[in-house]
């Protein structure tokens, strides 16, 4: 909606003032100087990610310590421990060190890609942070693909047809289906594609990413399976955005001069929508669109929990039930990097799409 | 934007002849004014009548609630159904496992998602209101802080930090209220910032300020009236947004356990199996009341956007 595509647009309003001024050097051609300022804005837009990117490193160190919970006794889970050995145990998390030295070797560790070992799993947090990767990004990626099309071009033909019939039909169901919680939507597709309601047979799987040991193309289709109710839920929520984003952009167009003109040579109305409105009113959906991706790392926490999607979404909600401190540090750190880097790539892009940017 | 304070406002034909009217007398009238000037507008947009009408239904029914389906209705002992009962005459909605009518508890759960909306968009909207001024009107270092704070918070996944913040503190309903508002105000400050810098260019502001009018002055009498169709409309999508997150923090565990609110009836129609026994009148009402009210208050939110910004071209 609105409200959250804003932000994404005044950002890049603000990086076209943020970036350097093109400095005056009459000796090298204009093409040369705008070069020069690109990379400037490029360094200054990197520089700023990588600011970004240790601010979340300090944020999910001091975060989660607030946490009240003592990591030793979730590890012990109430078994008859010596206290020698709970001793050993704090000394080996390297708990019983003052916390400005757990800070430094976090944050040295950290930028090695060493969050620890999880306490629940018992294992180094960045590998089961890659193992679960490729079912969320299946998952999610699938999701953003599917909405960001339907979005664009139902947002295009209801802008077109601005008031009609189905321009009013598709802006409602997209209002509609933004206000619901996904997660219900989730639910409620389960019960009724799933478990079955009266006439309809359950036909889909409740949960999870495979039901059994398949191999091969057998496999492909179990997962395809699988996921269809997940991406029904993911896709059905997020495409009224992208739908709206693209819509009032295109609106914002229609209005202009080129158009008229482009329908004055003579053209047909869909080459006039194709090649001219198009075009121009992607930009802010493109800014959208790359805000998005950055989710698409952070997946869906809840999407994935009650699908049992074996996600990081499901991960960092069993983590944070356990709770299992390093998990959920080296998760938040990886989500927001994921936004971080996608924002920093759109920034670095869009002066190329849109000219007056950042120049 | 309708300023208040900025342009000059033609005085109405059938207004009496008044030579002489005090400064107050003149704003207050400006004012009211402008209040039915937006009114003109704003009725012209059916999703936004539409939205207000179903806001004003919802709040006469969450304030009614002893009235309507009687205080004790949300008591486990005393509960006079059935567990997981489907619906009949007596139980329009079905019973939940412990046998409460889910009618009932949907009409009091109705208090605490419009009450967490309602204080967690407002903290929200203070926040990003109060930064946004304060990083517009001052310049130099302390602006530059403001908005790399507030471009930190954007960047940071909302319900992950909203999911931590709660986890962090008590179980309550402030809790939820704080992680939802704490997370959420970056995109307020924001806009307020981009209108402040607008209003200050203006020069009426150099004004007030060659007339001795201080940076509190200026701020609080100036700039603040002019964003405030600017916030009213952002409180209006932010409180949509607010009980969407509320219920979801709820169905993750995080709320307070005593409370009845739509989250946590999902949250416990999902413990009790409801999904497998395929109890569908258990999980559709709530999940169904906060889409209504989310899209109420969004329906508002767009028409007052459009009303101030008619540029935006929003369906009406």
């Given at each position: 909606?609105?409200?959250d595509?804003t932000?994404a ?20 051609g204009?093409?040369?100087?705008n070069?020069?300022?690109y990379l400037?804005?490029?360094?200054a837009?990197?520089?700023g990610?990588v ?8 944020t ?17 889970g109430?078994?008859p421990?010596?206290?020698e ?7 080996q998390?390297g ?21 620890g ?19 969320t ?12 099309l339907?979005g664009i071009?139902?947002?295009t ?9 189905g ?9 509609t ?43 492909v289709?179990?997962?395809a ?7 029904i ?13 693209m ?10 001069d080129?158009?008229?003109?482009a329908?004055?040579?003579?053209l047909?109305d ?6 001219h ?6 930009l802010p959906?493109f800014t ?7 989710h698409?790392v952070?997946g ?7 699908f ?13 039930s ?11 750190f990886?989500?927001a990097?994921?936004v ?5 790539l759109?920034d670095?892009?869009y002066?190329?799409?849109d000219?007056?940017v950042?120049? | 934007?309708?300023?208040t ?5 033609p005085t109405p034909a059938s207004?009496?002849?008044e030579p002489?009217?005090s400064?107050r ?5 400006r004012?009211r004014?402008?209040?039915a000037?937006?009114?003109r507008e704003?009725?012209r ?6 939205g ?13 609630a002893?009235?309507l389906?009687?205080a ?10 059935g567990?997981l009962e489907?619906?009949?005459g ?22 605490v998602?419009?009450?967490?909306g309602l ?8 926040i990003g ?11 130099g ?8 704070v ?5 960047v940071m996944p ?7 913040l709660?986890?962090?503190?008590d179980?309550?309903l402030?809790t939820?209220?704080?992680?939802i508002g704490?997370?959420?105000w ?6 307020v ?6 209003v ?12 001795g009018?201080g ?7 100036h700039?603040?009236?002019n ?19 509320e ?14 609110s739509?989250?946590?009836m999902?949250q416990d ?5 409801a999904v497998?026994?395929g ?7 709530p999940?169904?009341?906060?889409a ?8 508002c ?10 540029k935006?071209?929003?369906?009406r």
């Amino acid at each position: 909606m609105t409200a959250d595509s804003t932000p994404a647009l005044v950002q890049q309003a603000d990086a076209a003032t943020d970036g350097p001024p093109a400095g005056p050097s009459a000796a090298r051609g204009p093409r040369a100087r705008n070069t020069k300022a690109y990379l400037q804005y490029v360094a200054a837009k990197i520089a700023g990610a990588v600011v970004s990117l240790f601010a979340v490193l300090v944020t999910s160190f001091f975060l989660f310590r607030l946490i009240p919970s003592d990591p030793v006794k979730q590890m012990t889970g109430g078994r008859p421990v010596s206290a020698e050995q709970l001793e050993s145990l704090r000394h080996q998390l390297g708990l019983d060190q003052p916390m400005w030295q757990q800070f430094t070797s976090y944050i040295g560790d950290a930028l090695t890609g060493d969050f620890g070992a999880s306490f629940a799993y018992h294992a180094p947090v960045m590998d089961k942070i890659v193992e679960k990767l490729p079912a969320t990004l299946l998952l999610t990626g699938t999701a953003y693909v599917l909405y960001s099309l339907i979005g664009i071009w139902l947002g295009t033909r209801t802008a077109w047809r601005n008031g009609s019939a189905g321009d009013r039909f598709n802006t409602a169901l997209a209002l509609t289906l933004y206000s619901v919680p996904s997660f219900w939507l989730g639910l409620l597709l389960i019960i009724v594609f799933s478990v079955g309601v009266g006439p309809i047979p359950g036909m889909f799987p409740t949960g999870g990413m495979t039901s059994g040991d398949t191999s091969g193309f057998g496999y492909v289709i179990d997962v395809a399976h699988h996921m269809v109710l997940p991406v029904i839920t993911l896709v059905a929520v997020g495409y009224a955005q992208t739908l709206l984003v693209m819509r009032s952009s295109l609106l914002d167009e229609m209005g202009s001069d080129y158009l008229t003109t482009a329908r004055a040579k003579g053209l047909r109305d869909d080459v006039v929508r194709r090649k001219h409105a198009v075009p121009n009113a992607m930009l802010p959906t493109f800014t959208l669109m790359f805000v998005n991706l950055g989710h698409v790392v952070a997946g869906q926490i809840l999407v994935e929990t009650v699908f049992s999607w074996p996600g990081l979404g499901s991960l960092f909600y069993q983590g944070l039930s356990t709770p299992d401190l390093p998990l959920v540090q080296g998760l938040f750190f990886v989500f927001a990097t994921a936004v971080i880097l996608a924002n920093t790539l759109a920034d670095v892009l869009y002066p190329l799409l849109d000219p007056r940017v950042g120049r | 934007m309708t300023t208040t304070d900025s342009m000059p406002t033609p005085t109405p034909a059938s207004a009496p002849p008044e030579p002489v009217r005090s400064a107050r007398a003149l704003a207050r009238a400006r004012k009211r004014q402008s209040a039915a000037r937006f009114w003109r507008e704003y009725r012209r947009h059916k999703g936004g009548m539409w939205g207000l009408a179903g806001l004003i239904l919802i709040a006469l029914v969450a304030l009614a609630a002893p009235q309507l389906v009687g205080a004790d209705s949300e008591s486990v002992t005393e509960a006079s159904g059935g567990a997981l009962e489907s619906p009949s005459g007596e139980f329009p909605l079905g019973t939940d496992q412990f046998g409460r009518s889910v009618l009932a508890l949907l009409v009091w759960g109705a208090r605490v998602s419009l009450t967490v909306g309602l204080l967690a968009a407002f903290l929200c909207v203070a926040i990003g209101t109060v930064v946004g001024i304060v990083a517009g009107h001052f310049r130099g270092w302390y602006s530059t802080v403001l908005m790399r704070v507030t471009d930190w918070f954007l960047v940071m996944p909302t319900l992950v930090l909203a999911v931590a913040l709660a986890s962090v503190m008590d179980r309550s309903l402030w809790t939820i209220i704080i992680a939802i508002g704490v997370t959420t105000w970056p995109t307020t400050a924001r806009l307020v910032r981009a209108q402040t810098l607008a209003v200050e260019s203006r020069p009426y502001i150099e004004r007030a300020r060659a007339l001795g009018g201080g940076h509190g002055h200026v701020m609080l009498r100036h700039v603040l009236p002019n964003v405030m169709p600017l916030v009213l409309a952002q409180t209006t999508l932010a409180i949509s947004g607010a009980i969407l997150s509320e219920a979801t923090l709820a169905f993750l565990g995080l709320g307070d356990p005593t409370i009845t609110s739509w989250g946590s009836m999902l949250q416990d129609a999902r413990a009790a199996g409801a999904v497998s026994a395929g109890d569908w009148w258990y999980l559709a009402p709530p999940g169904i009341a906060i889409a209504l009210v989310a899209l109420a208050f969004t329906l508002c939110g767009r028409a007052i956007e459009s009303v101030l910004n008619p540029k935006l071209g929003v369906a009406r």
